[in-house]
C-alpha cells in the first residue's frame, strides 16, 4: 500500500449475496462507494461543509472489472487510491481484495468531479489538496 492508497475493512454479509451465494454484481458499488467516503473523510474532505457551499461531489464515469467472487462471510478489504487525470476531474483505483487468499476479487476506476452552484466543474480547495495534479498537468 503506497502512501497516498487507503485500506478499509469489510465482511460480506448473507444479505449482499444472490442466488448462486455469491455477492451480487450491484453490492459492489456500494462497497467502493462506503470506501472512497471513508478516505475522503480521512483525508478532511467535509461533504457537509462543500454541500452547504454549493459544491457537489459527483461520480461521472464508473468501471469495474470482476476477477473473481465473493460469499458470505468472507472478509476483504477495498484500497483506494487517489489520481487526478486533468484539472477538472478525479479519479479513484479501487482494488477488492479477498483476505483469506489475497485474490483480487474486483478492479475499478471510479473519475468524479465537484459542481458549483451553477453545475459547472470546481475543484474546491479541500479535493485539490488529495488530489493534487501532476507536475506535467499543473502548467
Not at 449482499?16 to 462497497?31: L, P
Not at 472489472?65 to 486533468?86: I, M
Amino acid at each position: 500500500m503506497s502512501n497516498s492508497s487507503f485500506q478499509l475493512n469489510f465482511k460480506v454479509r448473507d444479505y449482499e449475496c444472490d442466488m448462486q451465494g455469491i455477492v451480487n454484481n450491484g453490492v459492489y458499488f456500494n462497497y467502493l462507494e462506503h470506501a472512497r467516503h471513508e478516505f475522503l473523510h480521512q483525508k478532511g474532505v467535509n461533504f457537509a461543509e462543500l454541500a452547504e457551499a454549493g459544491i457537489h461531489l459527483v461520480v461521472v464515469r464508473a468501471e469495474m472489472d470482476y476477477k473473481a467472487s465473493l460469499r458470505s462471510g468472507d472478509e476483504f478489504y477495498v484500497e483506494v487510491v487517489p489520481e487526478r487525470p486533468s484539472k477538472t476531474r478525479f479519479a479513484f483505483r479501487q482494488t477488492v481484495v479477498r483476505v483469506s487468499d489475497g485474490k483480487i476479487a474486483l478492479q475499478a476506476l471510479v473519475i468524479g468531479t465537484a459542481l458549483n452552484q451553477r453545475g459547472r466543474p470546481y475543484i474546491h480547495e479541500q479535493v485539490d489538496q488529495v488530489f493534487p495534479l501532476p507536475a506535467t498537468t499543473a502548467s
